[in-house]
């Protein structure tokens, strides 16, 4: 990724905001100023930002939404929205990405990836299709798998080492906006 | 130049200015750094100071050129000699540019709006302060100045951009321009490396892990940090051609983006195949990517055929009716045209292009002397040795691809989780497939690792083994019986004439029927085998294999005693008709005294001719086929669509639940399809030979049977009960065809070599062999001395050392791919150690760490820096922010951490062994522990 020519010009840069901007302001027309240069204090509720075609089909949208929220609310101020795209785009390097997906993934916010927010995910993934049987073991082997402390849930540290070798996670872990 | 001398007197003054705003900062130790030659670094002080009037962006300014210094150090890891004190400023700074942030980024982002008017608001002091008149054009002006100077073209390049975009950065850029007289040679190399470091920053800003906000107040400063300073470095021309390589680059990006989406667009059915694949299971896909592959394959086949056998002679050959066996014989023109005569290929089919026998004798055809009868053994030859080849690559490929059965090592179901939903999907019908072979992949790895922790009476299983495999031999006997039995009684009828249906098609239908009955035999009894299902596949396909062998084989026995009696009726037939020849120029020659050939006056309907046993055998080949597909889509259509039609609607009244009971829905026969398709391609290899125009009806079945069993396993069937994962390569299935392929060749290069071909029709009739076709060429085409380069290259004497070498070359290779093997393995297995090793580690990380700390409290300095950091490290997930914002120094600071706690638990592995384990463990007394960290500092 080092090596990659990724300096904007300031004409890109700017259009590049241009754009997200408008994408900012047209989920929410009534809350943001379409002028976004006199920096508007506001924020997106969740639930408007979901509805985004992007991500609308994620079943981890609330989630991503949540994690990228300083609030942790879901409500996304145009800055965080940025962000949000900046670190889901082709070029964020793969540290960053695999932080954040950390925290779309840990449903309770309790820094670990523990059985239950695996339960989550995994229901979400397969819209609950696998029986109970199928979702303990599942889970299980995850936790074998990954987890190297023996803690018996996943560390951000487990996540990274497992999440680093996984040779589709950078182009997944991706959206194109 | 007078009026620049004045700019630089100005200057030195706001220099001053300068270093005093900046001594207040207390960075003095960095400025000091910087500014070695007096007045050289002035114009960026000049910048920043003259910001100083107004408060709120000096502050900013000052800001920015500081923390991405401090940030540069830590990046650098430079050990922070000069700057060591100034790290402790940056972290001060970067928490409190959090407040600050906003304005920051607001300022950054308004590069029209706000920025200029900041820089109007400067231009007021800076006249204050020089005299000039306003930024802009004193900026302007500079450039100009500059322009003369030395590397003009670059400058005005950058003039040019310059003027056009804001003018904060020209405005900066002037003042530094007017330094540059008097910049010295280490002045020069150090703000060099520092724009270096600039461009670096900016090259890599997108990973580092900081919030957006921070993000775009550093990028801005460093850029413009650049702009100033590049330029006064002349390294600035490269400026607006980098740009466009940027842009260009991201233009190609995106560029190969679509073409590889054009790509994927562009490969056949993939939509189709990844639909069902997500709904059944790779399994069933495997059988529709081998269904594709084999379509590729034929359409080459056919291409070859089509190209360079058929279309020549229906262009270029002599047309129909001409000759005798282009014509249909008189006895069966009256029925040459029924429909029922024409579906068993007789009448005007066998009188056509798609049989051997309509295929003239005639060296060259045509105005382009186009050598049929070579083209077409080299064709027939051709086929062989490009589906082998083809075969033997895509095997080899897939080999290499690694043909591992489904395991995947470490993370199975970890990448499953975190990695496989594709957060590019936006559309809902996508998702939903996406969300179906989640689930099924899901299940197949579920599935695998059953597998692995079953653990049952062995015995009993063997036994089952065992009498399962005695059945399946038995009933592969009794159907191969069965066959040749068939077969015999075939051969009574076919002299006899009074045949019912029944009798007629007596050998098709019992091959049928076995086809239908037996596989599901098999089937059940695998049950009692209890195999993992990939495995209980691949035993099912090689049973089935052996069932259709035996068809095969006693088949083509069949077919090679037709094929002699045919030949000894040949023989009378030849006899007799070159007997009536004879006389016929004998009278002919008596009457006209002519003995020149001038050919009966007879209608080519009537001539007499030979049975030409290659086109029966052609018939045949395209017989069975043909009644194959028709059975094959009847299967589906009854077995598969009829039943779920009626499970699906009778349902309603039905006194069971029959879609959860009895007759339920089908499900795909993997191994069934499959073994037709390689069947199938295996009387294509034989037939093509004998009916250049198999091979097109046959492109025509795959074509249709693509898109026929697409939709009906969409439609009709459902998953497997237990969707397992097939092997990642084909090539259980490429085996196959392989062996189907090899016992293909047989035959046929029999029949070629040893059988005489027909007197009377074909290619080559009138020679001895076919291969005679070749000879002739070589004799009377090419020059003479290729004559005998042939000769002595089919000397025994050659051929056997070259068989003996090719054996060698076999052996070698096959002993090193061994050893490779073996090398590979061991290597597994020392990942595997390894990776059980670290686990274990880890595992006791918490007790060994104790341990590790008593150590290091023991050693009295380097006690401390390691365990410290961690500690604090880990809580920043909690709102995630704070790790990364934090870490201006933590871009490299995440790493960092990782570094420092791996460092921490290696020496732990070894340490356990030498300390009793008693003494470790939370119990450990508070004194020993020490969590140390407060005291030794």
């Known amino acids: ?121 995994l229901n979400r993934l397969t819209k609950e299709e696998l029986t109970p049987e199928e979702v303990d073991l599942v889970c299980e082997k995850t936790i074998e798998e990954a987890d190297l402390d023996g803690d018996s849930k996943l560390s951000f540290a487990d996540f990274e080492n497992m999440i680093t070798r996984a040779p589709d996670f950078l182009s997944t872990f991706h959206i194109r906006i | 130049m007078p009026r620049k001398g004045a700019v630089q007197a100005d200057d ?144 005005d390049e950058k003039n040019k951009k310059k003027k056009k975009k804001d003018d904060s950065s020209s405005d900066s850029n002037s003042n530094s321009d007017e330094e540059e007289d008097s910049m010295s040679e280490g002045e020069m190399a150090r703000l060099m490396e520092e724009v270096e470091e600039k461009k670096k920053l900016i090259a890599n800003i997108r990973n580092k892990p900081w919030r957006m906000k921070r993000r775009l107040v550093l990028l801005r400063e460093a850029q413009q940090f650049v702009d100033k300073f590049e330029g006064a470095l002349g390294k600035g021309k490269g400026r607006k051609w980098y740009a466009y390589k940027v842009m260009m680059t ?125 083209a077409y053994l080299m064709v027939g030859i051709g086929t062989f040795g490009y589906s ?19 395991d995947e090592g470490e993370f199975t179901f970890a990448w499953k989780m975190f990695t496989s939903w594709d957060y590019l999907i936006g559309n809902a019908e996508t998702a939903d497939n996406k969300y179906a072979s989640i689930t099924t992949s899901f299940k197949e790895s579920i599935v695998d690792e059953q597998e692995n922790q079953k653990d049952e009476n062995i015995h009993l299983r063997r036994f089952l083994r065992v009498l399962a495999n005695f059945l399946i031999t038995c009933s592969l006997g009794g159907s191969g019986y069965l066959i040749y039995f068939v077969v015999k009684r075939s051969q009574d009828f076919a002299t006899r004439d009074d045949l019912s249906w029944y009798e007629k098609n007596e050998l098709e239908l019992i091959m049928s029927l076995l086809g239908l009955v037996c596989p599901p035999l098999f089937e059940t009894i695998a049950e009692l085998e209890d195999y993992h299902p990939r495995i209980a596949l691949k035993w099912q396909l090689g049973r089935i294999f052996a069932l259709f062998l035996g068809n095969l084989y006693t088949f083509l026995f069949a077919l090679f005693d037709e094929v002699n009696t045919k030949l000894e009726e040949e023989q009378s037939i030849k006899n007799a008709s070159i007997w009536a020849m004879k006389e016929y120029y004998a009278n002919f020659s008596r009457l006209v005294n002519d003995s020149e050939s001038t050919p009966p006056p007879m209608n080519p309907a009537d001539v007499i001719r030979g049975p030409c046993w290659e086109t029966a055998v052609g018939i045949e080949f395209v017989k069975l086929t043909v009644s194959d597909i028709q059975v094959t889509y009847l299967t589906i259509l009854i077995g598969d669509f009829a039943r779920a039609v009626i499970v699906r609607f009778l349902n309603y009244c039905w006194c069971w639940d029959l879609e959860a009971g009895f007759p339920s829905y089908g499900e795909f026969d993997i191994s069934g399809n499959v073994l037709g398709l390689v069947f199938n391609q295996g009387m294509i290899w034989m037939g093509a ?75 080559f009739s ?76 880890r595992n006791n990380t918490d007790s060994t760490n104790q341990v590790m700390k008593d150590l290091e409290d023991l050693l009295p300095n380097r006690s401390l820096a390691p365990p410290a950091p961690p500690e604090p490290e880990k809580p920043p997930e909690p709102e995630g922010k704070p790790t990364k914002t934090r870490g201006g120094a933590a871009g490299k600071g995440v790493d960092l951490q990782k570094d420092v706690s791996l460092a921490s638990s290696n020496p732990n592995a070894r340490e356990p062994v030498t300390r009793a384990p008693g003494a470790r463990g939370r119990g450990q007394p508070p004194g020993g522990r020490g969590r140390g960290g407060p005291p030794p500092r």
């Not at chain 2, 084909?730 to 062996?739: E, H, P, R, T, W």
């Open chain 2, 250 to 374: 991201k233009k190609w990006i995106k560029f190969q983006r679509d073409f590889e989406n054009f790509r994927t667009a562009c490969i056949p059915w993939e939509r189709k195949i990844k639909e069902v694949e997500s709904h059944f299971g790779s399994s069933v896909a495997s059988y529709f990517i081998f269904l594709r592959w084999m379509y590729g394959m034929n359409l080459v086949l056919f291409g070859l055929t089509f190209g360079l056998v058929v279309m020549p002679e229906v262009l270029m050959g002599l047309p129909y009716g001409s000759i005798p066996r282009k014509t249909v014989p008189r006895a069966e023109q009256d029925t040459a045209q029924d429909y029922a005569v024409l579906m068993d290929f007789n009448g005007y089919c066998k009188y056509s292009v798609l049989f051997y026998g309509y295929y003239n004798d005639q060296r060259t055809i045509g105005l382009l002397k186009f050598r049929l009868p070579l």
């Open chain 2, 766 to 841: 009138g020679k001895e062999k076919m291969f005679d076709v070749i000879m002739e060429t070589i004799d009377l085409d090419l020059p003479a001395f290729m004559g005998t380069l042939f000769s002595y290259a089919a000397n025994p004497g050659l051929i056997i050392p070259a068989v003996l070498l090719m054996v060698l070359a076999i052996y070698y290779l096959n002993s090193v791919s061994e050893a490779y093997q073996n090398s590979n393995m061991e290597l597994k297995k020392k990942m595997q150690m390894a990776r059980d090793e670290e686990k274990n580690r």
């Open chain 1, 1 to 121: 990724m080092g090596n990659k020519q990724t300096i904007f010009t300031d004409e890109q840069l700017d259009a590049y905001q241009v754009r997200l901007h408008g994408r900012y302001h047209e989920l929410a027309p009534h809350l943001v100023p379409m002028d976004y240069t006199t920096e508007p204090d506001c924020k997106i509720p969740l639930a408007l930002i979901v509805n985004m075609p992007e991500l609308k089909e994620n079943p981890f949208r609330n989630r991503i939404v949540e994690s990228f929220s300083e609030d942790g609310m879901g409500n996304l101020s145009f800055n965080e929205f940025v962000d949000m795209f900046s670190v889901l785009s082709e070029t964020a390097p793969r540290e960053l990405k695999a932080i954040y997906a950390f925290k779309i993934y840990d449903f309770n916010v309790d820094n670990f990836l523990c059985k239950e927010d695996l339960e989550k995910t």
């Open chain 2, 12 to 155: 030195v003054s706001v220099d001053i200015d300068d270093e005093q705003s900046d001594s207040d900062d207390g960075t003095t130790k960095r400025r000091a750094n910087r500014r070695q030659a007096g007045g050289g670094r002035g114009g960026g002080g000049g910048a920043k100071g003259r910001g100083r009037g107004k408060k709120a962006e000096s502050d900013e300014e000052e800001e920015e050129d500081e923390a991405p210094k401090g940030r540069r150090g830590a990046q650098n890891k430079r050990p922070a000699k000069k700057r060591g004190g100034k790290k402790d400023d940056d972290d001060d700074d970067s928490e409190e540019e959090a407040p600050k942030n906003k304005r920051g980024g607001a300022a950054n982002k308004r590069k029209g709006g706000k920025g200029r008017g900041g820089d109007d608001e400067d231009s007021p002091a800076e006249k204050g302060g020089k005299g000039r008149k306003g930024g802009k054009k004193g900026g302007k002006e500079e450039e100009d100045s500059k322009g003369k100077k030395g590397d003009g073209k670059g400058k």
């Open chain 2, 388 to 406: 082998l080849m083809l075969v033997i690559r895509t095997m080899a490929k897939n080999a290499d691809v690694g043909g591992g059965d489904g």
């Open chain 2, 689 to 763: 030979f004998y009916a250049p125009g198999l091979v097109g009806i046959n492109v025509l079945r795959l074509l249709s049977s693509m898109y026929y069993q697409c939709w009906a396993v969409m439609a009709t069937n459902v998953p497997h009960e237990r969707v397992f994962k097939a092997s990642k390569s084909n090539n259980f299935y490429m085996g196959l065809l392989l062996l189907v392929l090899f016992l293909s060749l047989l035959p046929v290069v029999y029949t070629i070599m040893s059988l005489p071909p027909s007197f009377d029709c074909g290619p």
